[in-house]
């Protein structure tokens, strides 16, 4: 039986066409493996933005797990809206995604028994430049929300604008100031807030009442 040239076209291609198929079927199987610790850690990260919008912070994985499942009343992880007991008190938690400078922006907010006013919030961003839009995600930006009101003549107001660009009809009660040099990622924030609390206002009420 003749050997095959190692040297030539066909033994290379072969060669190369059996390594692919054999590292394609590693990486699968490496993928498939590891998915269910993957998806467990997002699941994770994203009860931990939850409870980071009911001003639960900083917990370790085991105790976060465990918090979660104390305050959270109603609601899955890919809801629109939650509901929670923090300390005896009922809080609706509403998801809210928009578009930042560079990439999608999301996150939670959280609005207390009387659904005028916040009770915490948590926002995240995928690309937003570092020390600038970025900053949305720092703990600083997100409690400057709470007590604010989310609703002026009946409408949607909350939200955030340049320091001293924000309407001279708006109370102050109404919005924060944007991140400065971020005036991008900020109207994205701004434009998801009112967008996804307009969304919901109707559960917002049913909430309240």
């Not at 807030?193 to 307009?198: G, V």
Request: aromatic fraction near 8%; glycine fraction near 8%; include cysteine.
């Amino acid at each position: 039986m003749a050997k095959m040239n190692t040297n030539g076209n066909a033994y290379t291609i072969i060669y190369a066409s059996v390594m692919v198929i054999i590292v394609a079927f590693l990486l699968a199987f490496v993928a498939s493996a590891l998915k269910p610790t993957q998806d467990a850690n997002v699941a994770l990260d994203t009860k931990k933005q939850i409870l980071s919008s009911l001003n639960i912070r900083d917990l370790d994985n085991a105790a976060a797990e465990a918090k979660y499942n104390e305050v959270i009343t109603s609601g899955e992880l890919d809801s629109p809206t939650l509901t929670a007991n923090v300390d005896g008190e009922e809080k609706l938690v509403i998801a809210v995604k928009g578009a930042g400078l560079w990439g999608p922006l999301w996150g939670w907010i959280s609005v207390n028994k009387d659904g005028e006013t916040v009770y915490g919030t948590f926002f995240n961003h995928e690309s937003e430049t570092a020390g600038l839009g970025a900053r949305i995600k720092e703990q600083w930006f997100q409690d400057l929300f709470k007590g604010k009101k989310i609703y002026q003549d009946g409408q949607v107001a909350l939200g955030v604008y340049k320091q001293g660009k924000a309407p001279a009809t708006l109370s102050t009660d109404c919005y924060v100031d944007a991140v400065t040099g971020a005036t991008l990622t900020s109207n994205g924030v701004n434009d998801m807030i009112q967008k996804c609390l307009s969304d919901n206002q109707s559960a917002i009420e049913a909430f309240k009442n």
